[in-house]
C-alpha cells in the first residue's frame, strides 16, 4: 500500500482544520433559540429533519453549543447510528446539544468536505472501538478531533464534495 499522497494533499487531524465552538447559556442570554438535539437527525439521509424552538429560560441543560450555517453536527451516542448531518439553513440563535460534537470548518476548508469525511468508514470505525459506557455508548469530542483525516487542496475538496453531494 502506498503511502504517498496525491500532489498538495495533507494526512492531518480533524481538529487542525476546525475552529472552535463558543459555548453559551441560553436561559441567561437568549429569549427564545432554536434547539437541535440527536433525535432531529434523519440517520438515512444525513440531514436535519426537525428542530424545536425553545424560549432561553426553559432551555435544556444539554443546550449549549452555538451554532451557524455549515456546521457539521456529530452525534457522539452511538456513533454506528451514523447521527451526522450539515446545517444547510440559516435558523434564529441555533443551540446545539452537547451530545453532539460541533464541527466548524477553519478559513480554506470546505464544511461539506469535511461532512462528507466524517460520513466515511474510514472515519467511523476507529470511532466505534473508542465508545464507553453501557447504556448510551458515547465518544468524547477530542476523540472525534483526533481523528486522521486526508486534505486536498481547497479548490480540490469543492470538487470532490460537489460530486459526492450529486451522487446522494
Known amino acids: 500500500m502506498r503511502d504517498e499522497l496525491p500532489k498538495g494533499w495533507v494526512k492531518t487531524n480533524l481538529g487542525e482544520v476546525c475552529l472552535p465552538v463558543e459555548s453559551i447559556q441560553p436561559e441567561a442570554s437568549l429569549a427564545e433559540f432554536t434547539y437541535f438535539d440527536i433525535g432531529g437527525i434523519d440517520n438515512e439521509e444525513n440531514r436535519i429533519v426537525e428542530t424545536k424552538t425553545i424560549a432561553g429560560r426553559n432551555a435544556p441543560s444539554r443546550a ?13 451516542v452511538r456513533t454506528y447510528l451514523r447521527k451526522i448531518a450539515r446545517v444547510e439553513d440559516e435558523y434564529p440563535n441555533p443551540v446545539a446539544s452537547t451530545g453532539f460534537t460541533v464541527i466548524r470548518a477553519a478559513a480554506g476548508v470546505s464544511a461539506q468536505f469535511l461532512f462528507f469525511q466524517v460520513l466515511s468508514d474510514r472515519f467511523l470505525e476507529p470511532l466505534h472501538a473508542l465508545q464507553t459506557g453501557s447504556r448510551y455508548p458515547a465518544v468524547r469530542s477530542r476523540d472525534v478531533f483526533a481523528q486522521p483525516i486526508l486534505l486536498p487542496p481547497t479548490g480540490e475538496q469543492e470538487k470532490i464534495a460537489a460530486k459526492l453531494a450529486a451522487a446522494f
Do not use: M
Not at 66 to 74: E, P
Open 64 to 76: 449549549r453549543q452555538a451554532l451557524r450555517k455549515d456546521d457539521v453536527l456529530f452525534s457522539n
